[in-house]
């Protein structure tokens, strides 16, 4: 596992942020929103999942024909695949709109010609 490529600073923010103290990793992983916190619980007690990364990347991908930058919320090592998992994590409602499934299909798109895996997991599941 590795340091993340963006922090979470608390500064002039308005959702409730925190760390983590994982028992799987022995470390404290930060999260931005209660919604990332849930998943980390999942992760703990999924037994393929080996590791993970809070923040894990800064990823360029084109959109529009300019580049543009993603912090997936959540980089995943599984013992069942060496493939690079990336996930975003979401409110339902957030999902839904136009600008974030344009966005979501370029970030998708790109990642999967680079051979990682990209998805968004929702409040909802």
Avoid: C
């Avoid at 923010?13 to 849930?38: C, P, T, Y």
């Avoid at 360029?60 to 069942?80: A, C, G, L, N, Q």
């Amino acid at each position: 596992m590795s340091e993340p490529a963006r922090s979470i600073h608390k500064k002039g923010r308005k959702n409730v942020i925190g760390s983590f103290m994982s028992a799987k990793m022995q470390v404290l992983v930060e999260w931005e929103s209660q919604i990332e916190r849930d998943f980390m619980y999942y992760l703990e007690f999924d037994d393929d999942v080996r590791g993970y990364t809070s923040q894990p990347i800064r990823y360029r991908y084109t959109r529009e024909d300019k580049y543009k930058y993603h912090f997936p919320d959540f980089e995943i090592f599984r013992y069942s695949t060496p493939k690079r998992k990336f996930v975003e994590i979401k409110p339902l409602h957030v999902t839904k709109k136009t600008e974030f499934i344009e966005k979501t299909a370029a970030i998708k798109a790109q990642m999967h010609t680079d051979g990682f895996d990209y998805s968004v997991v929702t409040d909802s599941q």
